[in-house]
């Protein structure tokens, strides 16, 4: 099983991205996430192997999210 975790600030984009993951057997959709804070917090409680993320996602940039996340993942 992959597990993923989406992050997105659109609502449409996450459900849209779920609904196509859930139709893959291998896939698990861990959860979804609007922001890095939000992320970062479900990371701690997840250790997902994929995180699909937006790059204009709010708070921190998604540049300087992927850095602090392989800092600290």
């Keep these: 099983m992959i597990n993923i975790l989406i992050a997105d600030n659109h609502?449409?984009?996450r459900l849209g991205i779920k609904e196509v993951l859930n139709t893959v057997q291998e896939f698990e959709v861990l959860g979804d996430v609007s922001t890095t804070s939000e992320l970062f917090e479900?990371?701690?409680?997840?250790?997902?192997?994929?995180?699909i993320l937006e790059m204009d996602i709010p708070e921190i940039n998604g540049i300087a999210t992927l850095r602090k996340m392989k800092k600290e993942y």
């Design 11 to 13: 609502p449409i984009v």
């Design 42 to 51: 479900t990371l701690k409680k997840t250790k997902p192997d994929i995180v």
